[in-house]
């Protein structure tokens, strides 16, 4: 699949077959995220792949959690970030978000379903609270979100965008 039709068609998938996603599929997913750029390239990312069945579900146990589907998911991989790899914090959750950008549009190149679930919630710290501590977290690794990752067992439907002419500016802020 081309780039351009892999980013226009990435779309996403919330509901998954039972069916474990090979090794060798999970590393490419973590090399495209490590491929993604980033602040002076401080790269502070960190992967967590998780494929127990317990621990997916401890993730959804808790109840402010609204993304249960992440459940059914045969891998999930946790995107954060390791505060002591970065020389400029302020651009950690941007970065983090570029890699987990790069393992969505892979997923969609190798015909897998993924969705991008935030990991932390201002309204609801109990979510990122469970994540750490069923992830053993330390201080210096925060969550940003986790990416449910399965053989597709839906069809996505339209996605509805807003038109390029209210998005789309040219020189100035409202020039359309």
Not at 84 to 103: F, G, M, Y
């Amino acid at each position: 699949m081309d780039a351009i039709k892999c980013i226009n068609t990435r779309r996403s998938i919330r509901k998954y077959k039972n069916k474990k996603i090979p090794a060798d599929i999970i590393k490419q997913l973590i090399t495209a995220g490590s491929n993604a750029p980033s602040s002076m390239n401080d790269q502070p990312w960190v992967f967590i792949t998780i494929t127990k069945r317990q621990t997916i579900a401890n993730l959804t146990k808790v109840k402010a959690q609204l993304s249960k589907f992440i459940g059914t998911a045969p891998l999930i991989i946790a995107c954060c970030y390791d505060e002591t790899k970065s020389r400029s914090k302020a651009h950690n959750l941007e970065n983090v978000a570029l890699a987990a950008e790069n393992i969505l549009l892979t997923c969609n190149a190798l015909k897998l379903g993924a969705c991008y679930v935030t990991a932390f919630d201002s309204r609801f710290p109990e979510i990122e609270k469970s994540i750490i501590k069923e992830l053993k977290l330390p201080k210096n690794v925060k969550p940003v979100c986790l990416i449910s990752i399965g053989y597709p067992d839906q069809k996505p439907g339209i996605k509805k965008m807003r038109p390029l002419k209210e998005i789309w500016n040219k020189e100035y802020y409202g020039s359309n």
